[in-house]
C-alpha cells in the first residue's frame, strides 16, 4: 500500500483517519458514524494500520481506534493534496498562464488554501465584475493592492472608507497618478482610512471580510484586465491576508510622511 493509494484511490480511508484523528472509537461506533459494514472499514483500516497511521488501544474490555501521530501528518496532506486538486481543476489555466513571481513561494506552497476559487471572464476590462462588487459592499473591513490605475476606485474606496476599515496599498506609479488626477478623493479617503505605497508589484488584489479577489500579469508583462480569481471561503481570507501582510512590510504608510497634499 502506497501513500498515493489512500489519498487517490479511497475517500473513506480519509474519512477513518479524519474520525479518529480527534477522539478513538470502537468498529461499532465507526460502523454508526460512517453508515459502513464493519467488514468493509475492516478491510478499509488493514492497511492504514500496517502503515502506522492508526492504532488499536484496549480499554477495558473493548478495542478502540485511533490515528497515530504519523497518520495525523498523512492525513492534512492528503487534504492539502484533494484541496489542490480542486484549485487547479477550477483555476489551472489561471495559473499556468499568469506570472506567479509576485506571489511569495511560501504562499504558493499554500495555494491550496485557494479551494473553491473561480475564474470570472469579463467582457469590459473597465467592468468591475459583479462578485467582486459583492464581496467589497458586503464586507466590514477591505484591504487591497493595486498596481493598475482604475477611474472608479478612487471615488469608489473614498466611499467605502467613511463606513468600513479600509486599508490600499498602491505601486509608486499609481500613487503618482492618483496625486496628479485625484487629490480631492484621496485627502478625503486618508480621513478614514489606510494608504500605502510600495515600489512594485506585479499583480492586484482584494482580501476583505467576505472573500478574496486576484489579478495577475500575463507571461508577456501585461496586465490581465478580463479575468479575475475570485474565492469566499474562510482558507481565502487568511491566505489573502497573508498576502497582504507581505506586501505591507514593503510599503511606506503616506500618513506618517510630512507631505502636503493640496501643493503636491
Given at each position: 500500500?502506497?501513500?498515493?493509494?489512500?489519498?487517490?484511490?479511497?475517500?473513506?480511508?480519509?474519512?477513518?483517519?479524519?474520525?479518529?484523528?480527534?477522539?478513538?472509537?470502537?468498529?461499532?461506533?465507526?460502523?454508526?458514524n460512517?453508515?459502513?459494514?464493519?467488514?468493509?472499514?475492516?478491510?478499509?483500516?488493514?492497511?492504514?494500520?500496517?502503515?502506522?497511521?492508526?492504532?488499536?488501544?484496549?480499554?477495558?474490555?473493548?478495542?478502540?481506534?485511533?490515528?497515530?501521530?504519523?497518520?495525523?501528518?498523512?492525513?492534512?496532506?492528503?487534504?492539502?493534496?484533494?484541496?489542490?486538486?480542486?484549485?487547479?481543476?477550477?483555476?489551472?489555466d489561471?495559473?499556468?498562464?499568469?506570472?506567479?513571481?509576485?506571489?511569495?513561494?511560501?504562499?504558493?506552497?499554500?495555494?491550496?488554501?485557494?479551494?473553491?476559487?473561480?475564474?470570472?471572464v469579463?467582457?469590459?476590462?473597465?467592468?468591475?465584475?459583479?462578485?467582486?462588487?459583492?464581496?467589497?459592499?458586503?464586507?466590514?473591513?477591505?484591504?487591497?493592492?493595486?498596481?493598475?490605475?482604475?477611474?472608479?476606485?478612487?471615488?469608489?474606496?473614498?466611499?467605502?472608507?467613511k463606513?468600513?476599515?479600509?486599508?490600499?496599498?498602491?505601486?509608486?506609479?499609481?500613487?503618482?497618478?492618483?496625486?496628479?488626477?485625484?487629490?480631492?478623493?484621496?485627502?478625503?479617503?486618508?480621513?478614514?482610512?489606510?494608504?500605502?505605497?510600495?515600489?512594485?508589484?506585479?499583480?492586484?488584489?482584494?482580501?476583505?471580510?467576505?472573500?478574496?479577489?486576484?489579478?495577475?500579469?500575463?507571461?508577456?508583462?501585461?496586465?490581465?484586465?478580463?479575468?479575475?480569481?475570485?474565492?469566499?471561503?474562510?482558507?481565502?481570507?487568511?491566505?489573502?491576508?497573508?498576502?497582504?501582510?507581505?506586501?505591507?512590510?514593503?510599503?511606506?504608510?503616506?500618513?506618517?510622511?510630512?507631505?502636503?497634499i493640496?501643493?503636491?
Amino acid at each position: 500500500m502506497k501513500f498515493f493509494e489512500i489519498s487517490g484511490r479511497s475517500h473513506l480511508k480519509l474519512e477513518i483517519l479524519e474520525l479518529l484523528a480527534n477522539n478513538p472509537k470502537t468498529l461499532s461506533e465507526l460502523s454508526e458514524n460512517l453508515n459502513k459494514t464493519k467488514s468493509t472499514l475492516s478491510f478499509q483500516m488493514k492497511p492504514l494500520i500496517d502503515l502506522g497511521l492508526i492504532r488499536k488501544i484496549r480499554r477495558g474490555r473493548n478495542v478502540y481506534y485511533e490515528t497515530t501521530e504519523l497518520g495525523a501528518i498523512v492525513k492534512d496532506r492528503i487534504v492539502e493534496l484533494l484541496k489542490l486538486k480542486d484549485v487547479l481543476t477550477n483555476a489551472g489555466d489561471f495559473f499556468r498562464n499568469h506570472d506567479l513571481s509576485p506571489i511569495p513561494k511560501v504562499l504558493l506552497n499554500e495555494i491550496h488554501m485557494l479551494r473553491g476559487c473561480k475564474v470570472f471572464v469579463k467582457d469590459n476590462p473597465y467592468e468591475l465584475h459583479p462578485e467582486w462588487m459583492d464581496i467589497v459592499k458586503g464586507s466590514a473591513w477591505i484591504y487591497g493592492l493595486s498596481s493598475v490605475y482604475h477611474r472608479d476606485f478612487p471615488e469608489l474606496f473614498k466611499n467605502l472608507a467613511k463606513e468600513r476599515e479600509v486599508k490600499i496599498i498602491l505601486t509608486e506609479d499609481v500613487f503618482g497618478k492618483v496625486m496628479r488626477e485625484c487629490k480631492e478623493q484621496l485627502s478625503e479617503f486618508l480621513k478614514y482610512g489606510r494608504f500605502f505605497v510600495c515600489k512594485n508589484a506585479k499583480l492586484a488584489f482584494i482580501v476583505a471580510e467576505k472573500g478574496f479577489t486576484l489579478s495577475l500579469y500575463n507571461l508577456n508583462g501585461t496586465y490581465d484586465s478580463l479575468r479575475v480569481l475570485i474565492c469566499k471561503t474562510d482558507e481565502a481570507v487568511k491566505w489573502g491576508l497573508k498576502l497582504f501582510e507581505h506586501y505591507l512590510t514593503h510599503s511606506t504608510d503616506k500618513i506618517k510622511i510630512d507631505w502636503n497634499i493640496n501643493s503636491a
